[in-house]
């Protein structure tokens, strides 16, 4: 391939990750905004839980979209990582890489481990039973159900503190993510400052909301 022609797709790549992780930040504050709820109302929790699961444009339509969207997120990146380090496989073993970039640059790729190992757990916990749960056991819809069944999973200390350390690396993954995403996406405006300044409240908030819901429903379902 052409240098321009490895340049445009290495930018394609770049820009094709950037609108995945743009979509997953939204996909994050639309999850904390109903996790939360089950601290202070687990009526809301089941109200809202019940419309989610039972909508079909949110089951046949959004969850599909979204199931995409972490896994070209995960594929995307590997595939990143591993151009990178064909682009300098000298720089990678002789520099010492403080010196052009920072430490969780370097490491988006194992915070980014740690949240698919999370994601593997999460779906176990969660997605899976309740696929069991309507779509194979084809059980009659409790709308009353889903507080008690968070309630269940966030007993064992041990899941809990997984939990919460998926969601510290979750937070160092946005802070560098987000100031590559826009980056990416150009940076040439009046608003690059602001935004700035939105993602680094944004990947501290929205992790401490998680960390929060946990530890909240950890004493609750003690
Ligand atoms: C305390 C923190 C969290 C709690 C209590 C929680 C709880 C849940 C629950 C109850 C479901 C519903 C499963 C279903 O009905 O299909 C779910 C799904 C999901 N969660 Fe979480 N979650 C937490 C944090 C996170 C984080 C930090 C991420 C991403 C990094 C995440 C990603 C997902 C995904 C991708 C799904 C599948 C959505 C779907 O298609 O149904 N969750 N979570």
Partial sequence: MSKSGTFKSSIGRKIAMALSALFLMIFLIQHLTINITAT??????????????????????????????????????????????????????????????????????????????????????????????????????????????????FHSPIRVGAYVLAFVLLALHLLHGFGSAFQSLGQNNKYIDGLKKFGVIYSILIPLGFIVTAVVLYMNAQ
Avoid: C
């Fill in 40 to 153: 202070f109302s687990p009526e809301t929790f089941n109200e809202l839980s019940h419309f989610m699961g039972t909508n079909p444009v949110v089951q046949f339509i959004a969850q599909p979209i979204l199931i995409f969207a972490v896994v070209f997120h995960f594929v995307m990146g590997f595939i990143l990582e591993a151009k990178n380090r064909q682009a300098r496989p000298i720089n990678y073993k002789k520099n010492n890489g403080a010196a052009n970039s920072s430490w969780m640059s370097r490491n988006m790729i194992y915070s980014g481990l740690v949240i698919l190992a999370f994601l593997v757990l999460h779906f176990i916990d969660f997605w899976l039973p309740e696929m069991n749960y309507k779509y194979i056991a084809m059980n009659p819809e409790d709308p009353t159900r889903y507080y008690e069944e968070l309630l269940h999973k």
